[in-house]
């Protein structure tokens, strides 16, 4: 038994067997091999057990997103049949005498350039594909398993997640993260607490505990590799009790969220992807008070087209029958990347190109997502918000576009409703100009995370600022009262949908304040309508 400590992300109890997720290091080196028919075979069965990867991933996909979304998948397997990319492998192992590793990122990199160069829209969009073509081959070379490999619930211990890989994982698998990198506010923390599964960060993890059992407690942060009889006895009847909890805590479904004194609140949930709306149901939240788009632009290898947006959202609005539904925009950039975006490297990504900046560089990626979120209102009551504003001129910009697109649907004779629109304050900017803003839009909706963030200069992702990582200061806590205040004033409502608004050291604190609504991962939803339903 070896037990060592991280930092907990949330709480709960999982045991199950850990799958090391290894993904292959960007760098391939370049070496000299000796039995060049022996290197052929490796590339060739490398090559067989990605085709299969793709096989089972599309056989999957095929039923989540339809076929149509999963073509590309089957498109990728066909690519790595192609014989002109396999003649270039063959050929760099032959006459160079080099690893199959370093022959397929040549050939990958060759031919992605060669693509990128055509004047033809379709073999353009293949130069991504053939990138990713290539790393699967070279993940698999490396002995690297792939998360989308997963086939029993386990606990996935990884040097670091990034978005983009955790969104590629089968859930239903999941039974707890245990990372080495990351920080308590990146979006992969985030993601757990929405799955509510226990998650540790900063844990001394090792690849020789794949498949080995463990216990991850997330209320100690304490992971727990081979257990001995005792401790997994003890362990089992907490998480016994744990149920026991959550079972008394569904008595409140279906009450009323108001204090004693009869101030209510909605109590909204947050969420990333249609798979979540089971959680959103069995929480029995208010509505969901942020939709996190940009995961549907994640793990992939092109843009999400209108159509498969417009299926992800109706099928939100209709789920939650005419309860509010409110999609943010794309929040593109900083920690969560897609490659196709070409976003580029930046010295200071946070403050970078990133989220409505690049929805309004660009606007057709921008129309592109209106159009579909404004189809969906037909299907239910939806409301649109808009990230990482900083000023009116934005606003501006966003409504001229708005109408544009609105006037396009007419046109065409597609129904929409006149949606809400709100904007989240998640920059300094936006909190002291919201006497203003309040006048420009429908709500407000208080991103803590970020508003941290910038507020105290503190990189959310870094996990050496932790400790001064603190969104109780009072400097923050001085902007959401100003925030709710102003919107008061202007007759709109506002919220919170930063992590800070799940924080029950800080409920009366924004019950006294009159934050009109919280919007918070689905497991936190009943506990958190418990502690309102206390408060006087
Ligand atoms: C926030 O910044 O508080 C927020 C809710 O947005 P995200 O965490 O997705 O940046
Ligand atoms: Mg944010």
């Not at 045991?15 to 052929?40: L, M, P, Q, T």
């Not at 403050?351 to 129309?367: D, S, T």
Request: negative net charge; aromatic residues 6%.
């Amino acid at each position: 038994m070896e037990t060592c400590k991280g930092t907990k992300i949330f709480d709960g109890i999982a045991i199950g067997s850990i799958f090391y997720y290894k993904k292959h290091e960007n760098n391939v080196e370049r070496k000299r091999v000796e039995d060049i028919e022996a290197e052929i075979t490796r590339y060739e069965n490398a090559k067989k057990k990605a085709i299969e990867q793709l096989n089972a991933l599309h056989e999957k996909a095929v039923v989540e997103v339809g076929e149509i979304n999963a073509q590309i998948l089957e498109v990728h397997a066909m690519m790595l049949e192609d014989d002109d990319y396999n003649d270039s492998i063959h050929n760099l192992i032959k006459n160079q005498g080099i690893n199959a590793e370093c022959a397929v990122a040549t050939t990958g990199d060759n031919f992605s350039e060669m693509f990128a160069n055509m004047d033809d829209e379709y073999f353009k969009a293949r130069s991504v594909d053939v990138k990713d073509i290539s790393e699967r081959v070279i993940n698999v070379l490396g002995g690297g398993h792939g998360a989308d490999e997963l086939k029993e619930p386990c606990i996935i211990a990884a040097e670091d997640l990034a978005p983009s890989e955790t969104v590629q994982m089968d859930k239903t698998k999941l039974l707890a993260f245990v990372t080495r990198h990351g920080s308590t506010n990146s979006h992969t923390a985030i993601l757990a607490r929405t799955m509510s599964i226990p998650a540790l960060i900063k844990v001394d993890i090792k690849e020789e505990w794949n498949h080995k059992t463990a216990i991850v407690d997330g209320y100690t942060g304490t992971l727990i590799i081979d257990p001995d009889a005792d401790t997994l006895i003890s362990y089992r009847e907490k998480q016994k009790r744990d149920e026991e909890q959550k079972q008394l805590l569904l008595d409140l479904k279906g009450k009323e969220t108001v204090t004693k004194s009869g101030q209510k609140v909605h109590l909204y949930a947050n969420i990333g992807n249609v798979s979540d709306l089971g959680a959103v149901l069995q929480n029995d939240a208010a509505g969901i008070g942020l939709f996190r788009s940009e995961f549907l632009y994640l793990g992939k290898s092109t843009f999400p087209t209108e159509e498969e947006q417009f299926s992800a959202y109706k099928q939100v609005a209709e789920t939650m029958a005419g309860k509010r539904v409110i999609f943010r925009t794309l929040d593109i950039g900083a920690d969560k990347q897609a490659d196709y975006f070409q976003l580029g490297n930046e010295e200071n990504p946070a403050m970078g190109y990133r989220a409505i900046r690049i929805c309004l560089n660009e606007p057709e990626i921008f129309k592109t997502q209106l159009r579909a979120m404004l189809r969906a209102s037909n299907y239910g009551k939806i409301a649109i918000m808009y990230p990482m504003i900083t000023s009116l001129d934005e606003i501006r910009d966003i409504k001229k576009i708005m109408t544009e697109v609105k006037e396009e649907l007419s046109t065409l004779g597609v129904p929409y409703d006149d949606v809400e629109q709100g904007i989240m304050i998640e920059t300094p900017a936006a909190a002291m100009i919201s006497d203003l803003l309040a006048k420009e839009v429908d709500f407000f909706s208080i991103g803590t995370n970020d508003l941290t963030q910038y507020t105290l200069a503190v990189d959310r992702q870094n996990n050496r600022l932790d400790r001064f990582y603190n969104p109780h200061h009072e400097a923050v806590l001085r902007m959401i009262r100003m925030v709710v205040e102003n919107a008061h004033k202007e007759g709109i409502w506002a919220g919170i949908c930063g992590e800070l608004g799940a924080d029950m050291s800080l409920t009366d604190t924004f019950l006294k304040m009159g934050v009109d609504e919280l919007s918070v991962s689905p497991g936190l939803i009943l506990p958190l309508r418990k502690k309102i339903r206390d408060a006087e």
